[in-house]
C-alpha cells in the first residue's frame, strides 16, 4: 500500500496539479487537487462525502456566493464558512464585532450580511487604513511591504457596506484602536492585518476586550506568506492561558476565550 500511495504521488507531481486541476475541469468536475501544503489525495478526498456540502445551506451559500462575485475579498466559501459560523456564535445582541483588515469590504460584507439574515442587530466596528498595510517588520513579514493593499477607497467601502449597525474607522489600528477603548465584550473579531506588529497588537488589545466564549478568528495563519503572522498568535498563544487555540483546516486560527484576564 505504501508504495502504491508513493507511486501515486510521484505520479501526480510528474504530471503537474495544474494540469491535473485543468483536465478535472475539462471534465465538469467541481473538486481540484490543492497545490500546497499537505498530501492533496489524502484528507481532501477520503471520505468526502461525510463533509459538509456547503452547498446546502442556502442562506450561507447565497450570501458567500454574492461576496464572492463581487471579488471583494479572496476569502473562498471555506473560510466564509469559519466566519459565519462565528457570527452564529455570538450570544446575544448586547455583543459587538470587529474585524481589522478590511480592504475591499468582502469579508465584513459577508458579516453583515450574515448577522442580517439571521436577525443580529450587534454593533459592528470596521478597521483599515484604506490606503494599505501602515507597518511591516522586514525581518518577520517576508514580501508584505507599507503600502500593499492600499488600492481601495474609504468611502467606496462605506457606500458597499452601508449599513445601520456598521462603523469604519480610517487610519492605523495601532491609534484607531483607541475609538473602541471603551468596549469591553466583543462577541467575535476578525483578525485579518497580514502582518506581525499589528497582528501582536490586536491580539493584546482584545485580550481584555473579550469575555469568556468569545471568539478571535484570524485569518492567514497557515498562510506560508505570513510567517510574521503565525509568530505573533503563537507567542500570545504561548504566553496566554485565556485563550485556548485551534488551528483549522481552512488555515484560519480559531482563538476562543476560556476565562477573563484578571485585572492588573
Ligand atoms: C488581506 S487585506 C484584508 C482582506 C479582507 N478582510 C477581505 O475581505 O478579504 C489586509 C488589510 O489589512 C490592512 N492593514 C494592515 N495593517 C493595518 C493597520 N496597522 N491598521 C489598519 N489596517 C491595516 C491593510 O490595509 C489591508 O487592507
Same mark, same amino acid.
Given at each position: 500500500?505504501?508504495?502504491?500511495?508513493?507511486?501515486?504521488?510521484?505520479?501526480? =507531481?510528474?504530471?503537474?496539479?495544474?494540469?491535473?486541476?485543468?483536465?478535472?475541469?475539462?471534465?465538469?468536475?467541481?473538486?481540484?487537487?490543492?497545490?500546497?501544503?499537505?498530501?492533496?489525495?489524502?484528507?481532501?478526498? !477520503?471520505?468526502?462525502?461525510?463533509?459538509?456540502?456547503?452547498?446546502?445551506?442556502?442562506?450561507?451559500?447565497?450570501?458567500?456566493?454574492? $461576496?464572492?462575485?463581487?471579488? !471583494?475579498?479572496?476569502?473562498?466559501?471555506? =473560510?466564509?464558512?469559519?466566519?459565519?459560523?462565528?457570527?452564529?456564535? $455570538?450570544?446575544?445582541?448586547?455583543?459587538?464585532?470587529?474585524?481589522?483588515?478590511?480592504?475591499?469590504?468582502?469579508?465584513?460584507?459577508?458579516?453583515? #450580511?450574515?448577522?442580517?439574515? @439571521? &436577525?443580529?442587530?450587534?454593533?459592528?466596528?470596521?478597521?483599515?487604513?484604506?490606503?494599505?498595510?501602515?507597518?511591516?517588520?522586514? !525581518?518577520?513579514?517576508?514580501?508584505? =511591504?507599507? &503600502?500593499?493593499?492600499?488600492?481601495?477607497?474609504? #468611502?467606496?467601502?462605506?457606500?458597499?457596506? @452601508?449599513?445601520?449597525?456598521?462603523?469604519?474607522?480610517?487610519?492605523?489600528?495601532? #491609534?484607531?484602536?483607541?475609538?473602541?477603548?471603551?468596549?469591553?465584550?466583543?462577541?467575535?473579531?476578525?483578525?485579518?492585518?497580514?502582518?506581525?506588529? $499589528?497582528?501582536?497588537?490586536?491580539?493584546?488589545?482584545? #485580550? !481584555?476586550?473579550?469575555?469568556?466564549?468569545?471568539?478571535?478568528?484570524?485569518?492567514?495563519?497557515? @498562510?506560508?506568506?505570513?510567517?510574521?503572522?503565525?509568530?505573533?498568535?503563537?507567542?500570545?498563544?504561548?504566553?496566554?492561558?485565556?485563550?485556548?487555540?485551534?488551528?483549522?483546516?481552512?488555515?484560519?486560527?480559531?482563538?476562543?476565550?476560556?476565562?477573563?484576564?484578571?485585572?492588573?
Amino acid at each position: 500500500m505504501k508504495i502504491v500511495k508513493k507511486v501515486i504521488k510521484k505520479t501526480l =507531481r510528474k504530471i503537474g496539479i495544474d494540469r491535473i486541476n485543468k483536465a478535472l475541469k475539462s471534465q465538469g468536475v467541481k473538486y481540484e487537487l490543492a497545490k500546497t501544503g499537505a498530501t492533496y489525495y489524502t484528507y481532501y478526498w !477520503r471520505k468526502a462525502t461525510k463533509k459538509i456540502d456547503l452547498k446546502t445551506l442556502p442562506s450561507f451559500w447565497e450570501i458567500a456566493s454574492m $461576496v464572492i462575485d463581487d471579488q !471583494r475579498t479572496s476569502l473562498y466559501y471555506d =473560510r466564509l464558512y469559519t466566519l459565519w459560523q462565528g457570527v452564529l456564535s $455570538v450570544p446575544s445582541f448586547d455583543y459587538p464585532l470587529a474585524e481589522i483588515g478590511t480592504y475591499r469590504g468582502g469579508s465584513a460584507k459577508f458579516i453583515i #450580511e450574515t448577522m442580517k439574515k @439571521n &436577525g443580529y442587530k450587534n454593533k459592528f466596528f470596521v478597521f483599515d487604513t484604506f490606503e494599505g498595510h501602515a507597518l511591516v517588520d522586514q !525581518r518577520l513579514d517576508g514580501k508584505h =511591504r507599507v &503600502g500593499s493593499f492600499g488600492d481601495t477607497s474609504y #468611502e467606496e467601502v462605506k457606500a458597499y457596506l @452601508n449599513s445601520p449597525n456598521v462603523t469604519l474607522h480610517k487610519g492605523n489600528f495601532l #491609534e484607531t484602536a483607541q475609538n473602541i477603548d471603551h468596549i469591553t465584550n466583543f462577541g467575535m473579531v476578525h483578525i485579518d492585518v497580514d502582518v506581525h506588529p $499589528v497582528t501582536t497588537f490586536c491580539l493584546k488589545f482584545f #485580550e !481584555r476586550r473579550t469575555l469568556p466564549g468569545s471568539i478571535i478568528i484570524v485569518d492567514d495563519y497557515g @498562510n506560508l506568506s505570513c510567517k510574521g503572522l503565525k509568530k505573533a498568535v503563537d507567542d500570545f498563544v504561548q504566553t496566554n492561558s485565556h485563550f485556548k487555540m485551534f488551528y483549522l483546516l481552512t488555515g484560519q486560527a480559531l482563538l476562543v476565550k476560556v476565562n477573563n484576564v484578571e485585572a492588573v
